[in-house]
């Protein structure tokens, strides 16, 4: 029996474990693809207090080694579903069972899809989700980002060291992630910014030869050929398995405000798969924390 079970092996899920373990609590994170989250694929965070600069890779291993110094039990399962069974929870995975006192949700939210024809069918033949894992294979080639947050701009800076050239392709002329980017975009020779435009379609064969774009201002289209395309539109949840014994709002977020308390007793969400303004790598920690505290005090009732 666990006394916190935490789904979810991101940013939120390692801090709810280091204070979980910290709090003297036996903790289990299981994980159903590769440790980290989402800060794993951000080449450079730049925003973390006390830290001016670290790869998210790094940042997420030591996370992840100082949860299991401090005695945190590690599974990678995917999980399929959790019960309450009244003295007990219950994390379900494929072929086991996991009963714990209480339970951290702590999902993250996954990539956004253009839903422009070609992009499934190219997916890892051009069309990819994470410029630092996929952007060496364009090594010297034309890429266009896709998107207008910190994710695009990040993946344009980081593609720009290495592309010829990096067409940054965003909806709108005024851009949601930090201005200390677009101005360091803005200063790259071989930056192309192509604003108030949409991607109506992905063209190519067997890999992506080129794009079509969609020009709000003007309603004309345009031809764009590139070798690869990376898409950053933002991300969604993946809470369905929890609508049942979680409330989750109309965007599939789990209802939960910041004392990371859901609408079910002893069920605690953390990080971005619950309903917040923020979701940066700070709010994530601050939740972890937050979160396994709040489990703390519900064990102790
Ligand atoms: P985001 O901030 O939600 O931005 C998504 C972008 O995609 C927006 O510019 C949006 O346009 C655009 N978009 C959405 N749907 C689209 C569609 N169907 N077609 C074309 N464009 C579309 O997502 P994100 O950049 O992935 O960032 C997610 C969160 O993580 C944010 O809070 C961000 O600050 C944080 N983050 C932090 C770091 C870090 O280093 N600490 C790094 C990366 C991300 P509109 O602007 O017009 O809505």
Redesign the pocket.
Known sequence: MYDIGIIGGGTAGMTAAVYGQRAGKKTLIIEGGAFGGQITS?PN???YPGIASVSGSEFSMNLLDQAMKLGADTVTEQVTGIRDEGGQKVIVTAGKEYSCKSIILATGVTH?H?GAPGEERLTGAGVSYCATCDGMFFRGRDVAV???????L?DAEFLSNYCKKVFLI???DGF??EDSIVKRLREKENVEFILSA?VKEIVGEDMVEKLILNHKKTGEESELPVSGVFV????IPKNEIFADTVKLDADGFILASEDCITSHPGIFAAGDCRTKE????TTAAADGAVAALAACKYIAE
């Open positions: 951000s965070v730049e925003n956004r253009l896709v998107g207008g947050g910190s994710t695009a990040q965003h909806r709108r949601r992630g949409t950053a539109v933002g991300q923020v979701r940066q790598l």
